[in-house]
């Protein structure tokens, strides 16, 4: 059985994970947590990287600290995770979807204007597939209506718009390294902050509302309760598995990179006949091999061929049922304009298995199959 996911392991983990035991520190913001803030803000040339325990929560961080409040409108695409959306209606906001383009599965820029009203505080871009919103256009909207963005970079680590790396472009940019990312640590995230003002906020919200930041840098001689806060940092355990991987970062993100490309290559035959469609990239955005997907015709074809390739001993999946139709989206959000793309698209997208160490031959065999469904 071909898996569509396996958690990304380079062999040095255990080793860190050793050492963090040895080390006698294992709970949160020790080495191996400020290796890994040090290399996403070197990689990502973030002024400020916070590992947490999940995107999820990051995404929670942020909302907090963008102050988002009961009564909020907060504008995103209902083609996304749940926590997308979670993190605002938290705190009281409601989310306004607004649909996709169906060429990268993002939201369309052009549709965000339409969504704004007087009570708009945040625009939330998810970069599917690790293939970038068009964040020219969503920041000068941004600027016009003086709105805040959050990214959610979730999938985006390693991806770049216009030479820039993703989750930097907003006041608050989130990436996930849950185990089916292209990076892992069981369970994890990580906050970038654009802005310096935000900095020291972030620090006290991430730790339960205390100045256990500025202590440990020496910056005061006691730490005490200031604000309202949480607990959202990781253990040093679930750093130290992290950071094996972003050393290695390069590889792995080459090693999906050549199976992307291999999909790619194989299925291009299928595309130009028209009988699927593949992902688009488009030529300022450079992506992170996170997924390989194609469209099939529609849900009934979709499905047949799921089965297909399971009875093939290969394991593909469908992704997101748009948030906007879910029970908890009827109660908390509301959809702006017109379903065009969002349900049509989302029923006929199939994920291709995807990993680090997926190998060559296997790449092969799944594009026969699904070429073989369609000579079928
Ligand atoms: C994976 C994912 C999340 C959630 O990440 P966690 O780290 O599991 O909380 C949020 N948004 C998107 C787009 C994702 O793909």
Same mark, same amino acid.
């Given at each position: &059985?071909?898996?569509?996911?396996?958690?990304?392991?380079?062999?040095?983990?255990?080793?860190?994970?050793?050492?963090?035991?040895?080390?006698?520190?294992?709970?949160?913001?020790?080495?191996?947590?400020?290796?890994?803030?040090?290399?996403?803000?070197?990689?990502?040339?973030?002024?400020?990287?916070?590992?947490?325990?999940?995107?999820?929560?990051?995404?929670?961080?942020?909302?907090?600290?963008?102050?988002?409040?009961?009564?909020?409108?907060?504008? &995103?695409?209902?083609?996304?995770?749940?926590?997308?959306?979670?993190?605002?209606?938290?705190?009281?906001?409601?989310?306004?979807?607004?649909?996709?383009?169906?060429?990268?599965?993002?939201?369309?820029?052009?549709?965000?204007?339409?969504?704004?009203?007087?009570?708009?505080?945040?625009?939330?871009?998810?970069?599917?597939?690790?293939?970038?919103?068009?964040?020219?256009?969503? &920041?000068?909207?941004?600027?016009?209506?003086?709105?805040?963005?959050?990214?959610?970079?979730?999938?985006?680590?390693?991806?770049?718009?216009?030479?820039?790396?993703?989750?930097?472009?907003?006041?608050?940019?989130?990436?996930?390294?849950?185990?089916?990312?292209?990076?892992? &640590?069981?369970?994890?995230?990580?906050?970038?902050?654009?802005?310096?003002?935000?900095?020291?906020?972030?620090?006290?919200?991430?730790?339960?509302?205390?100045?256990?930041?500025?202590?440990?840098?020496?910056?005061?001689?006691?730490?005490?309760?200031?604000?309202?806060?949480?607990?959202?940092?990781?253990?040093?355990?679930?750093?130290?598995?992290?950071?094996?991987?972003?050393?290695?970062?390069?590889?792995?993100?080459?090693?999906?990179?050549?199976?992307?490309?291999?999909?790619?290559?194989?299925?291009?035959?299928?595309?130009?006949?028209?009988?699927?469609?593949?992902?688009?990239?488009?030529?300022?955005?450079?992506?992170?091999?996170?997924?390989?997907?194609?469209?099939?015709?529609?849900?009934?074809?979709?499905?047949?061929?799921?089965?297909?390739?399971?009875?093939?001993?290969?394991?593909?999946?469908?992704?997101?049922?748009?948030?906007?139709?879910?029970?908890?989206?009827?109660?908390?959000?509301?959809?702006?304009?017109?379903?065009?793309?969002?349900?049509?698209?989302?029923?006929?997208?199939?994920?291709?298995?995807?990993?680090?160490?997926?190998?060559?031959?296997?790449?092969?065999?799944?594009?026969?199959?699904?070429?073989?469904?369609?000579?079928?």
């Amino acid at each position: &059985m071909i898996r569509f996911n396996v958690p990304p392991f380079t062999g040095h983990e255990m080793d860190y994970i050793k050492q963090a035991v040895e080390n006698q520190k294992i709970c949160g913001d020790g080495e191996f947590t400020a290796k890994c803030n040090t290399w996403l803000e070197e990689k990502t040339g973030s002024r400020k990287a916070l590992l947490t325990t999940s995107c999820t929560h990051a995404t929670e961080l942020a909302a907090i600290l963008a102050d988002i409040r009961p009564g909020d409108e907060v504008i &995103m695409p209902s083609y996304t995770f749940v926590s997308t959306a979670d993190a605002f209606v938290l705190r009281g906001a409601t989310a306004v979807f607004t649909d996709i383009r169906p060429d990268t599965m993002n939201i369309d820029e052009n549709l965000i204007e339409a969504a704004i009203t007087e009570k708009t505080k945040a625009i939330v871009p998810v970069h599917y597939a690790g293939v970038s919103c068009e964040m020219d256009k969503i &920041m000068e909207i941004a600027k016009k209506y003086n709105l805040k963005v959050i990214e959610d970079a979730a999938q985006g680590i390693m991806s770049e718009y216009k030479g820039k790396a993703l989750g930097t472009f907003g006041e608050f940019g989130c990436f996930s390294f849950h185990e089916t990312k292209n990076f892992s &640590m069981g369970e994890g995230g990580a906050l970038l902050i654009r802005d310096e003002e935000n900095i020291e906020n972030a620090e006290i919200v991430r730790e339960k509302g205390t100045n256990r930041a500025k202590f440990f840098r020496g910056q005061i001689d006691k730490y005490t309760w200031v604000d309202k806060g949480s607990s959202y940092l990781p253990s040093e355990l679930n750093a130290a598995y992290l950071y094996a991987q972003l050393e290695m970062a390069d590889e792995i993100t080459k090693d999906r990179m050549d199976t992307w490309n291999h999909y790619y290559e194989g299925l291009k035959g299928l595309k130009d006949e028209g009988r699927i469609e593949l992902p688009f990239v488009p030529e300022h955005c450079r992506h992170n091999a996170h997924m390989f997907y194609l469209k099939a015709r529609d849900l009934e074809e979709r499905t047949k061929l799921i089965a297909f390739l399971k009875e093939n001993d290969i394991l593909s999946v469908f992704h997101y049922v748009p948030l906007h139709s879910a029970p908890a989206g009827l109660k908390f959000g509301r959809f702006n304009g017109e379903d065009r793309f969002t349900t049509k698209e989302s029923e006929r997208l199939l994920r291709l298995p995807l990993y680090y160490g997926l190998k060559e031959e296997q790449t092969e065999y799944i594009i026969g199959k699904v070429k073989e469904f369609y000579k079928g």
